[in-house]
Structures are given as structure tokens and as C-alpha cells.
């Protein structure tokens, strides 16, 4: 069987925090079971906000040009995204919503353009999530995972699993919790084995 494809999406704007040691695991452990894996770090690219001049609503492409393009590609062709944020004031990093808004141009495309039905859905992905807080509040997580689940829904991507870690806020604090290391590269192996269902 051909080895899965997983997209990572590295939306901290920490290169070495917490979250990227977190999906650096859960890479590893995909890895570890065959798949390929493409990682791309939203930090290092240029990708303007969405700026709602509903260019995109003659063919539900997004009139502005620049890498956002290239990393809708590689997502809409894997059959596995893996993507990380830190919480920000309850939802994900701006890092990552600016990439989350730039697909307003695929729900435009989905909805508008091609007209399917609110009510059609068609899984073509599985998505693993992965969310780190500092907190330790109950509704900590609730703003990300509303919004991570609206935008997987124009993505045609199942929710598959998400992990979520509070507490952690200083860079290495993930260091001093080896179990949750441990649960993200078995959740990357768990995942390779998700896609080949």
C-alpha cells in the first residue's frame, strides 16, 4: 500500500515552544509508520490576511497571490493534515487564523460557486489538532476547537483526534511532562494507521 501523505502546519509563532515540540512528536511517530510528511512553519511565509474583496467569488479563487496558494495545494492533496496552534484569548494563533480566513475563497468556491448543499458532506482528509494553553481553564479550549472545526468542514476534513495541554507556558514546559510527548508520537502512529482505514 502507498504510503500516506500528512501536511503538518506548524502555527505557533515560537519556532522551539511548546506546540512545535508537541507536532515534531506526533510527526515522528507518522514517520515512524511510513508516512510522508511535509512540515511548513506559517511563520516563515508571506501570507497577507484576508482582506474580503470577494475576488474570489466569480470562481472561489483568492485574488491575492502569495504563498497561501501553495500551502492550500499541498493540503487539498493530502489525505492527512496535522496542524498545531497555541491559544490565543481562546482561540488559535493569529498565525494560524490568517491562514484559516485565507480559505474563505474555498468556502466561496464551496457554497457559492459550486453550490453543494449545507447539508452534503463528503470526508475527503482526517485531521489530527493539536492545542497548547497556559491556563488550566475548563472552557480553555473551546474557541479553537469551534473554529478548528468550521474550517475542517470546508476543508471536507474530519476532526480525527485532538489533543489539548494546559498549563504550559514557558518553552520547555513540555519537557516536564514526558506522557504528553509520549501521547503525541502515538497519536502520530495511531494517525498513519487512521489514513489507511
Not at 30 to 37: E, K, L, P, W, Y
Not at 128 to 155: E, M, P, Q
Amino acid at each position: 500500500m502507498q504510503h500516506p501523505t500528512i501536511i503538518a502546519i506548524y502555527g505557533s509563532p515560537r519556532r522551539k515552544g511548546n506546540t512545535a515540540t508537541l507536532l515534531k512528536e506526533a510527526v515522528q511517530g507518522a514517520r515512524d509508520s511510513g508516512a510522508v510528511v511535509e512540515e511548513i512553519v506559517l511563520r516563515d511565509l508571506k501570507m497577507s490576511p484576508c482582506l474580503e474583496i470577494y475576488g474570489c467569488k466569480e470562481a472561489g479563487e483568492c485574488a491575492i497571490k502569495d504563498d497561501f496558494q501553495t500551502v492550500r495545494d499541498k493540503i487539498l492533496a493530502a489525505p492527512g493534515l496535522m496542524l498545531a496552534s497555541p491559544v490565543f484569548f481562546y482561540t488559535v494563533s493569529a498565525h494560524t487564523k490568517i491562514l484559516m480566513d485565507r480559505f474563505q475563497s474555498l468556502w466561496v468556491k464551496k457554497y457559492w460557486v459550486d453550490k453543494t448543499p449545507n447539508d452534503q458532506k463528503m470526508i475527503k482528509r482526517k485531521g489530527l489538532f493539536i492545542a497548547v494553553g497556559a491556563t488550566k481553564g475548563r472552557k480553555l479550549f473551546d474557541g479553537s476547537l469551534l473554529t478548528i472545526r468550521y474550517f475542517f468542514d470546508v476543508l471536507d476534513t474530519e476532526l480525527w483526534k485532538a489533543l489539548l495541554y494546559r498549563r504550559l507556558d514557558f518553552a520547555e514546559d513540555v519537557l516536564k511532562h514526558p506522557d504528553y510527548l509520549q501521547e503525541a508520537y502515538k497519536a502520530g502512529k495511531e494517525f498513519v494507521e487512521a489514513l489507511k482505514d
